[in-house]
Every structure is written in structure tokens, then in C-alpha cells.
Antibody, heavy 119, light 108 residues
């Protein structure tokens, strides 16, 4: 069955960096685009970034552009989100979500990993 | 950026009743690029409807989607106990991908 498992969350001080991972199984990872979506505590869903199946196309939300970098390693069925210059308003549960293409609906989601930015 | 506005914010209904959730876009969206998700507390969102009216795999037929242009609707024909949750609409046809703020369907 399709599985997406996020890891790498934790507590980090403002201004520091963190790298999230999303490990996939149960499908041909290299054939799918993958998104990151976050959800601040008690709030709604906010799209963060997307990467195409081959890594050649990516887009970012304005709120993270220049600070976050999405990447993937298809040989390891893994997706990454490098988060630099973290701010308190980056505190959220971060989900990875699969999409058929960059312009497709999100058909499977991981369970999320919590990032807390606090001094 | 396409802003999606969902209404109502909260819907208080009893099991067996019909739920009608609205999603209005700030500009016209091709129906190909409109989805609905369900989220329960402590869980990840789950895809219900894509392309405005197509049910995702395993979704019961009491869930249906409709609409076009700027107005879209998710209907739950008869609420089951497991349907009480938060529902989000989403557009995925232009960057940035955006979600509505959510409608909470709660037990009356």
C-alpha cells in the first residue's frame, strides 16, 4: 500500500535550520510529484512547495521562498525539505503529499512531522 | 493567488441529515482543478473528491461534489458518525496551490 512517512521534525531556535525527510513506499516514487503542506496548531492547511517527478520543476509559497529548498532522491525514494532561517510562524505539522503530476490533486498524505520554532 | 472562501465556518447537524458545504473562488477555476479533503483530529487530510465531482478511491457515494467557475459544493447526503470532521476545498490549477479555511461539521 502507498505509504509516506515524514521525519526530521523537532524543536529548533529561531534563525536555525532543519531538514525534513519524507520516505515513500508502495508505489513508483520516481513517477510522482510530491508536495509539502503545513498546518500551524489549530489552523488550516497551507501549501509550502512542490517538486516534479524528476526534480526539474519546483514551486514555493511566497512565505518560504528563499528560505526553504525542496529536493528529492529517486534512488532512495526520498523527498527532502531544507528549512533555513526558521521563524516562529514556521511552527506547524509538515505533511508530504503525493500527486500524479505537479498539477494534480493530492491523493495520498503522510501522517506529518511537527516542527516547533521557539527559543 | 486564488483565494478560496468556504462557508459556513461550522455546520451543526445530526447523523442522517444532509450537509451542504460551499467553496467560492476569487477567480474562475477549471473544474478539473478543484478538490475536497476531509481531516479528522490528529490525522492527515484524506482526499474525497477531485476534478470537482470525481470521488476518490474508496470514498462512499454519500459524498458528492459539484460546481463550476467560482462556486463549488460538497454534499454529504446522509451524515454518518464518522463524517464529523473538518472539510477543505483546494485548487491545484495554478501556483500557489491554495486551500479554503475549512468547514467544521459537528454533531448537533
Amino acid at each position: 500500500q502507498v505509504q509516506l512517512v515524514e521525519s526530521g521534525g523537532g524543536v529548533v531556535q529561531p534563525g536555525r535550520s532543519l531538514r525534513l525527510s519524507c520516505t515513500a513506499s508502495g508505489f513508483t516514487f520516481k513517477s510522482y510529484a510530491i508536495h509539502w503542506v503545513r498546518q500551524a496548531p489549530g489552523k488550516g492547511l497551507e501549501w509550502v512547495a512542490v517538486i516534479s517527478y524528476d526534480g526539474t520543476i519546483n514551486y514555493y509559497a511566497d512565505s518560504v521562498k528563499g528560505r526553504f529548498t525542496i529536493s528529492r532522491d529517486n534512488s532512495k525514494n526520498a523527498l527532502f525539505l531544507q528549512m533555513n532561517s526558521l521563524r516562529a510562524d514556521d511552527t506547524a505539522v509538515y505533511y508530504c503529499a503525493r500527486a500524479g503530476t505537479v498539477w494534480s490533486h493530492f491523493d495520498y498524505w503522510g501522517q506529518g512531522t511537527l516542527v516547533t520554532v521557539s527559543s | 493567488e486564488i483565494v478560496l472562501t468556504q462557508s459556513p465556518g461550522t455546520l451543526s447537524l445530526s447523523p442522517g441529515e444532509r450537509a451542504t458545504l460551499s467553496c467560492r473562488a476569487s477567480q474562475s477555476i477549471s473544474s478539473t482543478y478543484l478538490a475536497w479533503y476531509q481531516q479528522k483530529p490528529g490525522q492527515a487530510p484524506r482526499l474525497l473528491i477531485y476534478a470537482a465531482s470525481s470521488r476518490a478511491t474508496g470514498i462512499p457515494d454519500r459524498f458528492s461534489g459539484s460546481g463550476s467557475g467560482t462556486d463549488f459544493t460538497l454534499t454529504i447526503s446522509r451524515l454518518e458518525p464518522e463524517d464529523f470532521a473538518v472539510y477543505y476545498c483546494q485548487q491545484y490549477g495554478s501556483s500557489p496551490w491554495t486551500f479554503g479555511q475549512g468547514t467544521k461539521v459537528e454533531i448537533k
